[in-house]
C-alpha cells in the first residue's frame, strides 16, 4: 500500500518524464534548468537543512563545476565526457580547502564567511585568472555530449539528461539520510552539544557535508554549462548563492519535496511572471516575509521518525 | 607620500561610512542575534528619500544651512519609521522562530524595499544635487580635501561620540546594554524589551540614512541597487570589530575603509573585494570573536 | 592495571579568575556506582564538564584507565566509553525516540565513509545490527510505544529514559548521570533505581549526581561530597550522611533545587 507522499512523488515523476512531449523549446529549457537548480538545491540543503551549517555561498561549487567543464572542454579540447569526474572532483577539493579553516566558526560568521569566499570565486573568473576564465563574457562553445558516435545536441536530450541527474542526486540524498553520516548531520544540526557527548564529531561531519555538496553542485554545474553552451561569472555569483539558499528555507530543510517546492517558487514562478517583470521582485520579497511569518520551518517542513518498520510495531 | 596621505583622507570617509552602517547592523545583532540584510537597502533607501526632499521640497539650486539640515532631519525620520515598521512586521513574528528563518525574512524584506526604490525612482542611476554641500576645496601640501569629506568625517564623529555616551551613560542606554546581555532577566527587571528594540531600529536607520545621504554627496551617483555592497561591506566591518560591540564597529569601519583605500591606492582596484575578504576571514581564523570582542548574549 | 577506571587528581578549574572547582580528587572504581552530592552551585555539573571533555580544567590531570584524557576532545572522550546524559535535558527534540537513541549507536557503527553515498551489503547488516539494539533498548526502557513520537513532545519522566537509553546505546563502560531523578515523581524515581542497578549489573560503572538523598544513600556504594568546588567529605553512604562537615553544608545553603 503506497501513502500519499509516494503517490504524489510518482505523479510528479510521471509529470515531469513526459514533460518535454508537451511544452515548447522555451519551455523545455525552463523545465531543464529546474531540474539542474534542483539538484543544486539538493546539494546545498546538504550542507544548509542536514548539517545545520550557514552556508550562503553554494553558487561557487556550482560555478567551479560549469567552469571546469568549460575550461577542460573549450581550451584543452577534452570531451565532455571526460569534463565530468574533474567537474565533481574539483569543487570537492575546494570545499575541503576553503571550509577546513573556518567550519568551527559560530553560524553567522559561515554566513559571511561563505558570501567571501562566492564574492572571490566571482572575481577570479572577471579577472580572466590565467587567461583560462574569459573574464566578464565568461566562455563560449562548449560542446555537447557525444557517446558512441550519437550527439546529444537536442533540448530534449539535455532534458532527459538533467533529469538522470535529478535521479542521481536523490538516490544519493535517500542513502545519506538513511546511513549514520546524514543521522550526524542531523544530530549536530539539532544539538552540538548532545552530539559530540554521544560521539560524534562535528567538524567530520560538517566537512563531510560540505564536501558531498560541492561534489554534486559541481555536477550540476557541468550538466548547466552543456545546456547553455556557454558560461558567464554573473550564474554563479552571490544572488544565486541566495536564491539556493532561500529556496531550502522556503521549501523546507532536509526535505525532498520542500526543496523541490521551494526551487519551484523561486525559480519557476518568476519564469511564469515575466511579464510583470519590475514588480515581480517586490511580490516576491514579500512573499518570502509571508512564508516565514506563516511556516517558519518551510512550506514542506521535514518528518523525522522513518525508522525500520519492526520496531514500530509497538506503537499504538 | 602625497598619495598615501590622500588615501588615508579617503579611506577614512569611506570608513567613517562603514562606521554608519555598521552601528546599525551590530546594535541589532547584538540585541536579536539577527543579520539585519536589508539595513544596506535602506542605507540606498535614504540616498532616494533625501533626493527627493532635496528637489521637490526646497527646490533644485538652493543652499542655505537650514535647508540642508531639514533634509537631513526628513530623510533620518522616514528612514527610521521604514526601520520601525521593518522590524514590526518582518522580524517581530520570527523572534521565536528557527534563526534562518528571520534571515530568510530579512533578504525578503530587503527586495521589498530594494525593489520599491526601483518602482519608485526607475531603475536607472539618479544624479544626488551637488549643491547640497559646498564645493570648497582645500589643497593643504600635495593633498585635496573636499568640503563634503570634512563634513562626513565631522558629523560622523560627533554621532558616534554621541551614541557611545547616549550607550554608557544614560537610563535608557544602559537598558539596550541590558537586552542585549540577557532579554529575560530585562523582561523581569521591568524594561520594554520591544521599545527597546524599537529604539534601535530608530537610531540604527537614521544613522543608515544619514551615512545614506552622505554616499549620495559623496559619490553623486545613486542606483537602486546600490545598498547590497555598502551593507556587506559596513557588515564585514561590525564584524571585524567584534559584532555588538559598539566601539568595535566603529573601529572596524574606518580599519576597513583605510585598509580599502590603500588596496584600490597601490595595489588593484579589480581585487578590492577579494582583499576585504581575505582579510576577514584571517581575522576569524586568529580572533574568531573580532578586533574588540564580540558582545553578545550566549546561551550554552 | 589500578583497580580504578577513572581516577581524578587535584583538578582545579577557574572562570574568569574565579575558582569552580578546587584542587578535587577521586576514585571511581570498575563496576561501581559512585555517588557525587553538594549543595546547588557546589560544582558538581562542571566536574562532569571536565570529564566529558566540554571544559578543559586548569590544573590536575584525569586518567581514564591510567590515560590522561584531560583536554580530550568531548567526542574522543566518548569514543573511549565514557558517555553521559544531561541535568537540562538535551535530547534532539524534533526527531524520533528512536533515532534519538541510534545516535548512540553512531561509535559503533562500522559504516564506511562511502556508505553515506552508495549502500553496500555491510552497510545493511551494521544498520539492521544497530536498529536492533536500538529496539531492545526501547523494550529495556519501556520506550517502543514511542518510536516513532518527536522526543521533545513526552513528558519530563520519559525524556530522562529516552536520554539514559541513547547513552547506554554506545554500549559505554562509564556511564556520567547528571540528575537523573530531577524532575521525576516517587514512582518514576522507584523504577529509574532499579534501572541503575540493572545498568550495573550489565558491567557498567556508574557516576552519578543526585539531590535525591533516599535515592543516593541506597544506591551508591562511595560517596564524594562537594561545596564551593572542593571535596568536603568523602566515604561510604552511611558514614557521608552523618558527617558533621556534610551536614552543616546542607544545613547554611539552600538544599532544595534551584538551578545550578
Known amino acids: 500500500m503506497m501513502n500519499k507522499t509516494s503517490l504524489i512523488a510518482l505523479a510528479l515523476l510521471v509529470f515531469m518524464g513526459f514533460y518535454p512531449l508537451f511544452v515548447d523549446s522555451a519551455w523545455l529549457a525552463v523545465g531543464t534548468t529546474f531540474l539542474v537548480f534542483s539538484v543544486v538545491a539538493f546539494s546545498q540543503d546538504i550542507i544548509l537543512g542536514r548539517a545545520g551549517v550557514f552556508h550562503m555561498g553554494h553558487a561557487m561549487f556550482f560555478g567551479m563545476g560549469a567552469y571546469t567543464t568549460a575550461i577542460l572542454n573549450v581550451h584543452f579540447g577534452w570531451p565532455i565526457l571526460a569534463t565530468w569526474a574533474p567537474s565533481v572532483l574539483i569543487p570537492m577539493a575546494f570545499a575541503f580547502v576553503l571550509a577546513g579553516p573556518i567550519i568551527h566558526l559560530r553560524g553567522d560568521y559561515l554566513l559571511v564567511a561563505t558570501i567571501g569566499f562566492n564574492i572571490i570565486f566571482i572575481q577570479v573568473l572577471e579577472n580572466d585568472v590565467f587567461g583560462l576564465t574569459g573574464g566578464p563574457n565568461g566562455i563560449f562553445g562548449i560542446d555537447i555530449v557525444r557517446l558512441f558516435g550519437i550527439e546529444f545536441a537536442s533540448q530534449t536530450y539535455m532534458y532527459y539528461m538533467a533529469f538522470i541527474l535529478l535521479g542521481i542526486a536523490l538516490f544519493i540524498m535517500r542513502n545519506l539520510d538513511k546511513s549514520k553520516f546524514g543521522r550526524a548531520m542531523f544530530y549536530i544540526n539539532k544539538d552540538e552539544i548532545a552530539a559530540q557527548s554521544m560521539g560524534i564529531s562535528i567538524r567530520y561531519y560538517k566537512l563531510y557535508a560540505f564536501i558531498v555538496g560541492a561534489g554534486i553542485a559541481g555536477a550540476a554545474g557541468s550538466m548547466f554549462s552543456v545546456q547553455y553552451s556557454a558560461v558567464s561569472p554573473e550564474a554563479f555569483n552571490v544572488t544565486q548563492s541566495i536564491m539556493f539558499f532561500t529556496i531550502v528555507l522556503v521549501g523546507g530543510s532536509a526535505s525532498l519535496p520542500g526543496v523541490l517546492i521551494g526551487t519551484f517558487i523561486m525559480f519557476v514562478l518568476p519564469e511564469v511572471f515575466r511579464e510583470f517583470e519590475t514588480a515581480r521582485y517586490l511580490v516576491f520579497g514579500l512573499a518570502m516575509i509571508l512564508t516565514m511569518i506563516l511556516r517558519p520551518r518551510g512550506i514542506w517542513p521535514v518528518k523525522f521518525g522513518d525508522i525500520p518498520s519492526y520496531l514500530k510495531k509497538g506503537v499504538k | 607620500m602625497d598619495i598615501f596621505l590622500q588615501q588615508i583622507v579617503n579611506g577614512l570617509t569611506i570608513g567613517s561610512l562603514y562606521a554608519l552602517v555598521a552601528l546599525g547592523y551590530t546594535m541589532v545583532y547584538g540585541v536579536m542575534r539577527l543579520i539585519n540584510f536589508a539595513h544596506g537597502d535602506l542605507v540606498a533607501l535614504s540616498a532616494f528619500v533625501g533626493l527627493t526632499v532635496y528637489t521637490q521640497i526646497f527646490g533644485e539650486g538652493i543652499t542655505s544651512l537650514i535647508a540642508v539640515v531639514a533634509v537631513f532631519m526628513f530623510t533620518a525620520v522616514i528612514v527610521a519609521v521604514v526601520g520601525v515598521l521593518l522590524e514590526r512586521l518582518a522580524y517581530r513574528p520570527l523572534r521565536t522562530a528557527p534563526r534562518l528563518s528571520a534571515v530568510v525574512s530579512a533578504l525578503g524584506a530587503g527586495l521589498v524595499i530594494q525593489n520599491a526604490v526601483m518602482l519608485i525612482w526607475g531603475p536607472n542611476m539618479k544624479i544626488f544635487p551637488s549643491e547640497i554641500f559646498p564645493s570648497t576645496i582645500w589643497a593643504i601640501g600635495g593633498i585635496v580635501v573636499t568640503f563634503t569629506q570634512v563634513m562626513i568625517l565631522g558629523l560622523s564623529s560627533a554621532l558616534m561620540v554621541a551614541l557611545y555616551f547616549f550607550i554608557n551613560r544614560t537610563k535608557m542606554g544602559t537598558a539596550i546594554r541590558a537586552v542585549a546581555i540577557d532579554q529575560d532577566a530585562a523582561k523581569l527587571m521591568g524594561i520594554n524589551v520591544n521599545r527597546i528594540i524599537m529604539v534601535i531600529f530608530i537610531i540604527g536607520s537614521a544613522l543608515g540614512a544619514v551615512a545614506g545621504l552622505f554616499i549620495g554627496a559623496y559619490y553623486r551617483g545613486i542606483t537602486f541597487d546600490m545598498g547590497w555592497m555598502y551593507g556587506l561591506n559596513a557588515f564585514v566591518a561590525a564584524i571585524m570589530g567584534g559584532i555588538g560591540n559598539i566601539p568595535g564597529a566603529m573601529l572596524g569601519g574606518l580599519l576597513l575603509g583605510l585598509f580599502n583605500a590603500m588596496i584600490t591606492g597601490y595595489i588593484s582596484t579589480q581585487w578590492a573585494e577579494t582583499f576585504t575578504f581575505v582579510l576577514l576571514i584571517v581575522i576569524l581564523v586568529f580572533r574568531p570573536t573580532g578586533i574588540l570582542g564580540e558582545k553578545v548574549a550566549e546561551k550554552v | ?260
Open chain 3, 1 to 260: 592495571m589500578s583497580e580504578y577506571i577513572l581516577e581524578i587528581k587535584h583538578v582545579s578549574k577557574y572562570f574568569h579568575g574565579l575558582v569552580a572547582i578546587n584542587d578535587l580528587s577521586m576514585k571511581v572504581k570498575k563496576g561501581q556506582i559512585y555517588g557525587i552530592i553538594g549543595p546547588n552551585g557546589a560544582g558538581k555539573t562542571t566536574l562532569f564538564n571536565c570529564i566529558t571533555g566540554i571544559y578543559t580544567p586548569e590544573e590536575g590531570q584525569i586518567l581514564w584507565k591510567g590515560k590522561e584524557i584531560k583536554g580530550t576532545t568531548p567526542f574522543k572522550i566518548a569514543e573511549l566509553g565514557i558517555l553521559r546524559t544531561f541535568q537540562t535535558i538535551r535530547l534532539f527534540a524534533e526527531m524520533s525516540v528512536a533515532e534519538n537513541i541510534m545516535s548512540g549507536r553512531h561509535i559503533k557503527s562500522k559504516q564506511k565513509w562511502y556508505n553515506g553515498i552508495i549502500h553496500t551489503p555491510a552497510y545493511y547488516k551494521d544498520e539492521k545490527e544497530n536498529w536492533e539494539k536500538v529496539g531492545e533498548l526501547m523494550a529495556f526502557f519501556n520506550l517502543s510505544e514511542y518510536a516513532t513520537t518527536p522526543a521533545g513532545d513526552l513528558s519530563y519522566g520519559i525524556q530522562r529514559r529516552i536520554e539514559m537509553a541513547r547513552a547506554l546505546a554506545a554500549e559505554p563502560e562509564l556511564l556520567i548521570l547528571d540528575e537523573p531523578a530531577a524532575g521525576l515523581n516517587e514512582n518514576e524515581t522507584l523504577e529509574l533505581t532499579q534501572t541503575i542497578r540493572k545498568i550495573q549489573a550489565m558491567g557498567v560503572t556508574v557516576m552519578m549526581i543526585e539531590h535525591d538523598m533516599e535515592m543516593v544513600m541506597s544506591l551508591t556504594e562511595y560517596i564524594t561530597v562537594i561545596n564551593f568546588g572542593a571535596k568536603i567529605s568523602a566515604g561510604l553512604p552511611a558514614f557521608v550522611q552523618d558527617d558533621p562537615v556534610v551536614v552543616e553544608a546542607y544545613i547554611g545553603s539552600d538544599e532544595e533545587d534551584e538551578h545550578e
